[in-house]
Every structure is written in structure tokens, then in C-alpha cells.
């Protein structure tokens, strides 16, 4: 997904699960953060300028909470702590 201003990131799920950003002019990796083992969707929020990374199914049965890991996308670096579940 991108942000459609200076990154592309990309779920990876080789290996080690990360997140890679990518320059959207140039395609070089500029970054990467570790994430959850299983990201099915990323998506952009204009407004708030982060990607948000779905880690697992919402399962309306499961017992296992369906969270999301949030990154800047205007700072890549910049942790942002938060735990969101559904």
C-alpha cells in the first residue's frame, strides 16, 4: 500500500513477519519494523497519516482478539505504542 507521497510499504511473511517501506520513486528499501506473525491487510488513513496492519481474521466465535499494529507514515521511525483489539 502506499501513502501516495514518499513510501510504499509492504507486508513480508518470510521468515520473520515485517513490515518493508520502499522510496515510491527509487523502490529501495528505506525500512523495515517487525509486526505480527499473520498480516492479512495493511491500509492508509489519510487523516491520520498511519498504516495500519490487521493481524489476524475477526472471527465472530474465536476467543483469540483480532488486533492491529500501527506505524507513522509521515515518520516511519516514530514508535507509536498502541494496542488495539476487536
Known amino acids: 500500500i502506499s501513502d501516495g507521497k514518499k ?7 518470510r521468515g520473520v513477519a515485517k513490515i518493508d517501506i520502499l522510496d515510491i520513486d527509487t523502490g529501495d528499501v528505506v ?10 491487510q495493511l491500509e492508509y488513513h489519510p487523516l491520520r497519516e498511519e498504516i495500519w496492519v490487521r493481524c489476524s481474521e475477526l472471527h465472530p466465535n474465536s476467543e483469540t482478539p483480532t488486533y492491529m499494529d500501527v506505524f507513522s507514515a509521515s515518520s516511519p521511525s516514530v514508535s507509536i505504542e498502541t494496542d488495539v483489539f476487536f
Open 7 to 13: 513510501y510504499v510499504w509492504a507486508a513480508v511473511t
Open 31 to 40: 525500512g523495515s519494523f517487525e509486526t505480527c506473525t499473520n498480516p492479512t
